[in-house]
């Protein structure tokens, strides 16, 4: 049994080593092969042109800021290629030491850590080339950039040559900015032949800057010009000897500094030719829109004027007429008025309204009277007077309206009255008609409810017939009665007809009952009861319901047979 213990112990042992040398030759085999790695990158890193690159920037004898540049990327590189490849050499030579001295796990920390040091060599390495390619090729696109800003700068002395006189007096000060692009320009041709692009290309920007912002200026000047030198002028001009031959005229203007304001305007056309000489385009484009808003106000005083004289001239009778012709009817409807208010009740203060129309054309009437001399001694404006004609207008025509409501209205009542007096005739017909068709039916009586109905609609009628007699007739109470008679009537009629409807079918009901009066004592109750309801209490309805439920028990449908063939047989029965 011990022999076992130790066989098995031994064998442990043996497997347990096995482990940790394969798993050692594992981890020694891994770190070799990014060690391996390492050494490929670095030497694809040697082989990469740098020197060479250097070398070909340095016989391009670079100065001034170019040249501060190129010292640093070369120093750069010198401390790449000695310091940082050495410390690169160190570390592999470290990671190849502890690999073969089984020191896997150090050995694994060591060529991470070359790995990093290889990854900043490779990121500063192209930094450098590409600051060496970026001096390489400064030149050659300044040179091609300049040449573009060139074209337009020639085309901008061009154009202030051919077309000075559209620049007015911002001519001097264009050529002043141009002429300091020039020097500008001269400044980097300088710089970039001497060998310093990157100092260059700062100014070359700066004067591209500039070149474009005075090409934006000489397309901005002669629009601006040509409303300061040509239009605004002429506009001003125009405006102030169309305002002398008005006045001489003898127009007026509400305007109390109308001359004022022209001066005022010519004073910002002044002001703004000082700001061109400065070329503060965009100020005086502001100036210029303001300018042309108050022309624009300026000739719309004078067209409101002219407008409104021509309007005057061609109304100034209408109006006369129109206010005479309202005080006409208006006096005339209160003749109507008077006249009809002793026949008639007036509900609407009829009077009261002609009245306050009377009072709106006296004051229309007096404000038209007053503005008469004020014309003739041209001491009012014509848009004023205009004015108070559109509002007149305005306030006449409402008038006129409402006086031909109220006249309407007054026609209205003749032909209500008249109209209710026909009424009363047919609502008496009718009344009479359904009095004798009642009678012609010989009922043995008529129920207290049907003749108090049949009263209250008499009386209804008799009452509008009073309404109708007064010595002033109250039209809406008359017409409320008409609704009410007519109401009543309607109703009545339906009643009578009901009420002899029912008076026929129970007769009927009760003759085709008596086949049944001997063999079923209930249909003899119902007969005896509906005789009584029939021909003392005159409730015809009733009889109807009490015989015609008692035929329906013992044979269904005989009411509704009966019914029908009386419906459509009632000329017969």
């Known amino acids: 049994m ?19 040398y394969g798993v050692g030759f594992l981890m020694r ?45 070369n120093q750069k590189w010198t401390d790449i290629s000695t310091s940082s490849f050495a410390e690169l050499e160190s570390q592999i030579f470290e990671v190849e030491n502890l690999n073969e001295t089984f020191r ?3 050995a694994k920390a060591a060529v991470a850590e070359a790995e990093a040091t290889m990854d900043e060599m490779e990121q500063q390495v192209q930094e450098i080339r590409d600051g060496l ?88 000047v002669p629009t601006v010009f040509e409303e300061l030198n040509k239009t605004f002028p002429a506009q001003l001009k125009e405006i102030e000897e169309g305002y002398k031959k008005l006045v001489k005229e003898e127009y007026v203007f509400p305007e109390e500094n109308f001359q004022g304001e022209i001066k005022r305007v010519s004073r910002r056309v002044e002001n703004s030719l000082e700001d061109l000489a400065k070329a503060e385009v965009a100020t005086v484009e502001v100036a210029n829109r303001d300018t042309a808003s108050d022309i624009d106000a300026l000739y719309s005083v004078m067209e409101r004027e002219i407008d409104a004289r021509r309007y005057v001239n061609k109304n100034r009778q209408t109006i006369a007429d129109y206010i ?4 006409r009817n208006n006096r005339q409807l209160l003749i109507e008025l008077d006249h009809t208010s002793q026949s008639y009740t007036l509900n609407h203060n009829e009077l009261g309204r002609v009245r306050g129309f009377q009072t709106e054309i006296e004051e229309i009437s007096r404000r038209h009277d007053n503005f008469v001399p004020q014309m003739e001694k041209h001491e009012i404006a014509y848009s004023e007077v205009q004015g108070f004609y559109k509002d007149a207008y305005k306030i006449l025509d409402d008038v006129e309206n409402q006086q031909i409501e109220i006249d309407n209205s007054l026609r209205e009542l003749r032909k209500g009255e008249k109209v209710a007096q026909e009424k009363i005739e047919s609502f008496e017909f009718k009344l009479r008609n359904l009095k004798r068709y009642v009678e012609k039916q010989r009922l043995p009586g ?14 209804r009628i008799e009452e509008l017939a009073k309404a109708l007699n007064k010595i002033r007739i109250n039209m809406e109470e008359v017409n409320k009665l008409v609704a009410i008679c007519e109401e009543d009537l309607e109703m009545l009629d339906e009643r009578t007809t009901d009420l002899v409807d029912a008076a026929a079918l129970t007769e009927q009901m009760m003759q085709y009952a008596n086949r049944y009066r001997h063999s079923h004592p209930d ?45 459509n047989n009632r000329d017969l029965v």
């Open 29 to 73: 085999r891994k770190n070799q092969e990014r060690l391996t790695l390492v050494e490929k990158r670095k030497e694809d890193l040697f082989d990469l042109p740098v020197i060479e690159e250097v070398d070909e920037v340095k016989k391009m004898h670079l100065v001034g800021q170019s040249q501060n540049t190129f010292r640093e990327w």
């Open 324 to 327: 005479e012709h309202a005080t």
């Open 133 to 220: 390619k970026e001096l390489r090729e400064s030149e050659e696109r300044n040179s091609l950039e300049v040449q573009q800003a060139l074209d337009v700068y020639e085309e901008l002395k061009q154009n202030l040559r051919d077309s000075g006189d559209e620049f007015g007096p911002a001519y001097p000060e264009i050529q002043k900015q141009i002429r300091n692009i020039e020097i500008e320009f001269t400044q980097f041709v300088t710089l970039n032949t001497s060998g310093d692009p990157v100092e260059a290309r700062e100014v070359l920007e700066t004067a591209e800057k500039h070149t474009y912002e005075v090409d934006d200026l000489m397309k901005r």
């Open 2 to 20: 011990g022999s076992n213990v130790y066989i098995g112990i031994v064998i442990a042992i043996i497997i347990v080593a096995a482990v940790i």
């Open 523 to 567: 249909v003899r109750a119902s007969i005896d009861r509906a005789l009584e309801l029939f021909t003392k209490e005159y409730r015809y309805q009733d009889a109807l319901d009490e015989i015609g439920t008692a035929l329906e028990r013992v044979e269904p449908g005989a009411f509704k047979r009966i019914e029908d063939f009386y419906f």
């Open 446 to 459: 008529l129920s207290g409810e049907y003749l108090e109905f049949f009263f209250m609609a008499t009386d």
């Open 104 to 106: 896997f796990f150090k």
